[in-house]
């Protein structure tokens, strides 16, 4: 009679019940459930916690050279012209 009791059985039972063989089968129950977590968190999109919490060190007010959005610029021959700046951008 052989060591095989199943025929679908790959390991004999005898290894099956081994200490080596729980260490062995509790990293790879691990390392499967860290692979999902990656590959969840990988399709998930990005949380950002800077948009959840005010930062001390934001500016209520605009530190430009131009706080009013616009600059009249004085070139010769284009005394006319007036370059306005977008606030947005």
Same mark, same amino acid.
């Given at each position: 009679?052989?060591?095989?009791?199943?025929?679908?059985?790959?390991?004999?039972?005898?290894?099956?019940?081994?200490?080596?063989?729980?260490?062995? &089968?509790?990293?790879?129950?691990?390392?499967?459930?860290? +692979? !999902?977590?990656? $590959?969840?968190?990988? #399709?998930?999109?990005?949380?950002?916690?800077?948009?959840?919490?005010?930062?001390?060190?934001?500016? &209520?007010?605009?530190?430009?050279?131009?706080?009013?959005? +616009? !600059?009249?610029? $004085?070139?010769?021959? #284009?005394?006319?012209?007036?370059?306005?700046?977008?606030?947005?951008?």
């Amino acid at each position: 009679m052989s060591a095989i009791s199943h025929p679908l059985t790959i390991l004999p039972s005898v290894l099956l019940h081994t200490e080596w063989f729980a260490v062995l &089968s509790a990293f790879v129950a691990l390392n499967t459930i860290m +692979y !999902v977590a990656l $590959a969840v968190g990988k #399709v998930l999109p990005k949380v950002y916690v800077s948009d959840w919490v005010r930062s001390r060190n934001r500016r &209520s007010q605009t530190r430009s050279i131009y706080p009013d959005g +616009y !600059v009249v610029v $004085a070139e010769p021959g #284009v005394d006319s012209w007036e370059v306005l700046l977008d606030r947005a951008g």
